[in-house]
Structures are given as structure tokens and as C-alpha cells.
């Protein structure tokens, strides 16, 4: 009888536990779910608007008259860019007609991504790793600024004709030099719909370029020593951006800088894929 008495303590012992685990289980991913909450919270920071919104592929753009900090909210400077480690980026260009948000609606990433990876085992227990990055030229889009061109009061427009990011994909200089004469003969020198602007004449310069294209090779050679059934021991080495490929960005996209079409960085990425040749050297023990 007191045998079964303690086997019954037990087993009452055992579900309380059981119980508890299971509280505690649960409290734990409701603390996930907030701290997660949270930092989503910090990450997409939401704003109260009382303008219409621009939808524009996996994010949204949020145009609005808010002053951004004093700054004016549809300048190019002023709009997201973003760059993933193998270089590709994408164009966001501004809202210049308040009465059509998606006018300027384009384009946005290069046309041409490739990415090859290989892996070769070499004699000696070395393996030699490659992966090889390409993407051809990011959309373009020249611009004017200082003149409002459809009234609505955004003091900058795209170049009349050219569409909305068409260098690049379809478009290219020649172009270029044809659009701007046809925007000297047709508007430069004459009013805007603001009476106090005029619109400038636009003077190209002897050289320019409309973008660049990424490429970067990056290698990796490893040595394994084993000495084990389970127990390895690398050593490697990496180098990024082999032949130190330049990697230009940042193209001047206002037809009245002096700079127009010049690049003005090279790509953002410190130390990896794209950026300024580098080493690194390194080692692993897996056991």
C-alpha cells in the first residue's frame, strides 16, 4: 500500500512537472513573438500619411508631404537604395507628377544577373572554391531640376521622352544626346507652369556614361587535415574581388550638374563581394 501511495506521488510529481514545462514552453514563444514584434516594429517604421501611397515591387515606398526633416520628400537623395552583397541594386525613382503617382514607374533592376559557384577537389586534401558574379548595367534615369514641370509643385521632372528608366534597357547615349536636343528646342528658355521658373537649357558633357557593370570573382582554397573519423581540421584562405574589378556606382543623374554621368563611388561593400580586392585567411575544426 505505501509502495503504491509513492508511485502515486510520483506520478502527480511528474504531471505537475510536466505542467510546468509546458507553461514555461509557452511563455518562452510568447516572448519570441513580442521581441520579434518588436524589432519588426523598429525595422519597418510606419508612417501616418495623408497622401495617396506608392506600391512598387517587394516594398513600399511611402511618398508624402511630410517634410522628411525639412527636406523635400520626392528628391532622388531622398528615396531608398539597396544593395545585396553580389551587387544587385535597384532604382527608385521619385514621384514628379502628384496628379499620376505611378507615372514614374519603371524598371528598377539590372536585366542580366548570373551567378556560377564551383567546388574542385584537388589532390592532398585541398579543395578550391569559385563563385563568379555578373550583373549588366542598373537602369538609368536623367533628371531636371529647379523647374516644376506639371504644376504640382516638385521642382524636378524626368527628361521629357525618355520614359521612366529606359537607359540601359533599350535606351542608351545616343539617345541621350538626342532627347536633350529635343528638349533644348522644345522647352529650354521658355516659362513653366510656375511663372517665376524657367525652364534651363541642358549642355551635356564631351564624356559621360549611364551606369557600369558588376563583376566580381571571389576564390577560396582550403587544406583538410584528418585526423579522424569525425574529427577535421581546414585551414583557408579567400580572396574577394580577384582582379579588383573597379565595380562603379553612384552615376550623376542630374542633367545640370557638372558631374552629369560621372560615377561618384564605387560599390558600397567594404570588405566582400564586389568591393576592394581583399583578403582573408582562416580556420575551422569540426569534431
Not at 510568447?30 to 518588436?38: E, N, S, T, W, Y
Not at 536623367?142 to 528608366?165: A, E, K, M
Not at 547615349?173 to 537649357?201: C, E, H, I, S, W
Amino acid at each position: 500500500m505505501s509502495r503504491m501511495l509513492e508511485k502515486a506521488a510520483d506520478c502527480s510529481a511528474a504531471k505537475e512537472g510536466h505542467r510546468h514545462v509546458g507553461s514555461l514552453r509557452t511563455l518562452l514563444v510568447l516572448i519570441a513573438f513580442v521581441v520579434a514584434g518588436f524589432a519588426l516594429t523598429q525595422h519597418v517604421r510606419v508612417l501616418a500619411i495623408d497622401a495617396p501611397q506608392e506600391y512598387r515591387e517587394p516594398g513600399i515606398v511611402l511618398q508624402t508631404r511630410l517634410l522628411l526633416g525639412g527636406q523635400n520628400p520626392y528628391s532622388l537623395v531622398n528615396q531608398p537604395a539597396y544593395t545585396n552583397i553580389y551587387g544587385i541594386q535597384k532604382l527608385y525613382t521619385p514621384v514628379t507628377n502628384l496628379n499620376n503617382w505611378l507615372q514614374n514607374v519603371g524598371p528598377s533592376s539590372p536585366r542580366h544577373i548570373l551567378n556560377l559557384s564551383a567546388i574542385v577537389e584537388a589532390p592532398y586534401g585541398i579543395r578550391v572554391a569559385l563563385i563568379s558574379s555578373f550583373n549588366s548595367r542598373q537602369p538609368f534615369q536623367p533628371i531636371i531640376t529647379g523647374t516644376d514641370f506639371y504644376g504640382t509643385g516638385v521642382d524636378q521632372f524626368l527628361l521629357p521622352g525618355s520614359g521612366t528608366n529606359q537607359f540601359n534597357f533599350g535606351l542608351g547615349k545616343g539617345d541621350m544626346t538626342r532627347l536633350v536636343d529635343q528638349y533644348n528646342q522644345t522647352y529650354a528658355g521658355k516659362n513653366g507652369p510656375n511663372p517665376a521658373q524657367t525652364f534651363p537649357r541642358v549642355t551635356l558633357p564631351a564624356n559621360f556614361d549611364t551606369g557600369d557593370v558588376f563583376n566580381s570573382q571571389d576564390v577560396r582554397v582550403t587544406k583538410l587535415f584528418r585526423f579522424h573519423e569525425r574529427l577535421e581540421w581546414q585551414v583557408f584562405g579567400e580572396v574577394f574581388n580577384l582582379f579588383n574589378t573597379a565595380n562603379l556606382s553612384g552615376y550623376v543623374d542630374n542633367l545640370l550638374a557638372p558631374g552629369f554621368g560621372q560615377p561618384s563611388a564605387r560599390f558600397s561593400n567594404v570588405f566582400g563581394t564586389g568591393g576592394p580586392r581583399s583578403f582573408q585567411l582562416g580556420t575551422r575544426l569540426s569534431f
